[in-house]
C-alpha cells in the first residue's frame, strides 16, 4: 500500500467505522444462528498469492466479520461488562499504530512513558485516589496494564516478593504462602496465583455476607488458623464491584487486617472503580487508603477502548523487586540517574505500546463530563429497572444492586431462568448472561453500553417480561 493509498483507505476506514458505530441498532445483538466453523468456512482455506484492493478487504469485513460480531457496542447488549469506547480513543489507538513505537524503557521513546505516568496521576485526581499511589509519590506509582488479570498477577508477583523478602527471586520457599478473596471474586485471581505457584488448595475463599461481601471476621480467623497451621498469608484481594453481582467488599475493615497481619492487599475495582467520576459515588473506592494496590477498567466504562487497565501501587519497590531484571542491553543512563521510569518492569512483558494516548485523547476531546452523565443516568436506568422488576410477580431481585447492574431471577427457578435468558438472546433483540448466587441461576441485566438509553433498557425489561 502506498502513503497516498493508505491516506485514501484510511478515510474509507474511518467512513466505515462511523458507519457501523452509528448504524449499529440494525444489527442483532449477537447472531443466535451462527455455529463454530462457520466464519472460517466463509474465508478462502490458504493466504492470497496476489495483492487486492482495500475496498475488497471492506466488503468481507461487511459480508463475512460483521454477520460474526457479538456487538458489544450495542444499546441493547446486557451482558457481561460493558466495554465502551469513543471517538477520540480510536484515534489514539491509531496515533498509537501510526508511531509504532516500543515503551518498554523511558529511553526507547521518552514521551511514551511520560503521558503514561501523567496519565495515571490525572485518573488519580479525577478518581479521588489516595496521593500515595502518585508516580510523583515518594513510594507508589501508577500504570497502565493490559487487562484486570495482569494487575492482579503483578500485584501477587508484588506481594510474594515481599513477603519472602525478595528470597523468592532466588531460591524462597514459596510452598507455605495462602492467599483470600471470596467465591465472587474474579477467576483472575485464582490464575494469578497458579502463574505464581500457588496452588488452589492455597487460596482460601472467604465466606460472604447476605450482599455476597466479604466477611472480615472470617477473614481474620482465617488467617489466624492458618498462622497456627505453619502457613503464611501473603496476599488478600478484595473485590469492589464483584462481576457476578457488584458486591462491595468492605475494603477498610479488610485493609486494618490486612495491615496488622503484614498481608499485602490489592483491591479489585476494574468495573465499579471508574464510577469514582461522578463525585457522589467515590464511595466505590473506600477504603483504599491502606490498601497496597488497586486497579480501574477505562476500557469497561469510561469510553476508552480495551486494553486500558489503570493499576498503582503504594509499594513500587516491591513490584520492582518481583519483575526488574537488567540485561546489559538494556541499560540506560537515564535509568540509572534514577529519574526515569522503565515500564518493562511494572508488568509482565517487555514491549509495550503508546496505550496511554486513547486516554489522553478522550480526556482531552470529550472531557469527563460525558461519561460522568453516562454513568449517572446508568445508575438511573438500573433504579428504574428494578422497581419494574419488583412489581412483576413472577420475578425475584438476587443481590444489592448499587450501581448499573441488577441480578433477577424468575421465582419458579434456576432451569426456567436459564430458559429464558436462553430465549431471551436468541431473540437477537438483547443480550444477557447469567451468575449463580446462593445456589441458584441468575440473570444479570449490566447496565454499561455507551448508547444505552431509557428505551432501550425498558425494551429488554418488556422482552423478558413477554418470554417469562
Ligand atoms: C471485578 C473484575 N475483576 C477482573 C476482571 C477481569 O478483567 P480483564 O478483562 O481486564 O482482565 C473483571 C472482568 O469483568 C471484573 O469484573
Not at 502463574?195 to 481474620?220: C, N, Q
Not at 431471551?424 to 447496565?447: E, M, Q, Y
Request: proline share 6%; charged share 20%.
Amino acid at each position: 500500500m502506498t502513503p497516498d493509498e493508505f491516506r485514501q483507505n484510511g478515510y474509507a476506514l474511518i467512513d466505515w467505522i462511523t458507519d457501523y458505530i452509528e448504524g449499529i441498532e440494525q444489527f442483532p445483538v449477537s447472531n443466535p444462528t451462527i455455529a463454530p466453523g462457520d466464519v472460517r468456512a466463509m474465508l478462502p482455506p490458504h493466504p492470497p498469492t496476489t495483492t487486492e484492493s482495500f475496498s475488497h478487504v471492506l466488503t468481507d469485513l461487511d459480508d463475512i466479520v460483521v454477520p460474526g460480531l457479538t456487538h458489544w457496542q450495542h444499546p441493547s447488549f446486557f451482558a457481561y461488562f460493558p466495554a465502551n469506547l469513543s471517538y477520540p480513543s480510536i484515534l489514539g489507538e491509531l496515533a498509537s499504530a501510526g508511531m509504532g513505537v516500543q515503551g518498554m524503557s523511558w529511553v526507547t521513546s521518552p514521551a511514551c512513558t511520560e503521558v503514561e505516568s501523567l496519565m495515571l496521576d490525572w485518573m488519580q485526581e479525577l478518581l479521588g485516589l489516595p496521593e500515595r499511589f502518585r508516580s510523583d509519590s515518594e513510594a507508589g506509582g501508577g500504570v497502565i496494564q493490559g487487562s484486570a488479570s495482569e494487575a492482579t498477577l503483578v500485584a501477587i508477583l508484588a506481594a510474594r516478593w515481599r513477603i519472602t523478602n525478595g528470597a523468592v527471586n532466588a531460591d524462597g520457599d514459596t510452598t507455605k504462602l495462602v492467599a483470600y478473596t471470596t467465591a465472587h471474586a474474579h477467576s483472575a485471581i485464582e490464575k494469578g496465583l497458579r502463574i505464581a505457584g500457588v496452588g488452589t488448595d492455597h487460596m482460601r475463599f472467604v465466606p460472604y455476607d447476605s450482599s455476597f461481601a466479604m466477611r472480615p471476621d472470617e477473614l481474620s480467623r482465617m488467617i489466624s488458623d492458618d498462622r497456627a497451621a505453619g502457613l503464611v498469608p501473603f496476599f488478600v484481594c478484595a473485590t469492589r464491584g464483584t462481576t457476578s453481582s457488584t458486591a462491595f467488599d468492605p475494603t477498610p475493615e479488610i485493609a486494618a487486617i490486612c495491615r496488622r497481619e503484614n498481608v499485602w492487599l490489592h483491591v479489585d475495582g476494574a468495573m465499579s472503580g471508574i464510577a469514582a467520576l461522578v463525585p457522589e459515588l467515590r464511595w466505590v473506592n473506600d477504603g483504599l487508603e491502606l490498601a497496597d494496590s488497586y486497579c480501574t477498567n477505562p476500557h469497561k466504562w469510561m469510553g476508552v477502548n480495551f486494553d486500558c487497565d489503570l493499576f498503582w501501587t503504594a509499594d513500587r519497590a516491591a513490584l520492582l523487586g518481583a519483575l526488574s531484571i537488567l540485561p546489559p542491553f538494556l541499560r540506560s543512563k537515564a535509568l540509572e540517574s534514577g529519574a526515569a521510569i522503565d515500564y518493562r518492569d511494572w508488568q509482565v512483558p517487555l514491549g509495550r505500546r503508546f496505550r496511554a494516548l486513547k486516554l489522553w485523547f478522550t480526556l482531552r476531546c470529550d472531557g469527563v463530563e460525558g461519561t460522568q452523565a453516562m454513568i449517572r443516568e446508568h445508575v438511573r436506568l438500573t433504579q428504574m429497572l428494578a422497581e419494574l422488576v419488583e412489581a412483576d410477580d413472577r420475578f425475584q431481585i438476587d443481590a444489592p444492586h448499587p450501581l448499573n447492574l441488577l441480578c433477577c431471577s424468575l421465582v419458579a427457578g434456576s432451569a426456567q431462568t436459564d430458559a429464558l435468558i436462553e430465549a431471551a438472546n436468541n431473540s437477537g433483540h438483547a443480550l444477557f448472561t447469567r451468575t449463580v448466587l446462593n445456589d441458584s441461576v441468575s440473570l444479570r441485566f449490566s447496565i454499561g453500553a455507551r448508547l444505552t438509553t431509557e428505551r432501550h433498557v425498558l425494551a429488554g425489561w418488556q422482552l423478558l417480561q413477554s418470554l417469562a
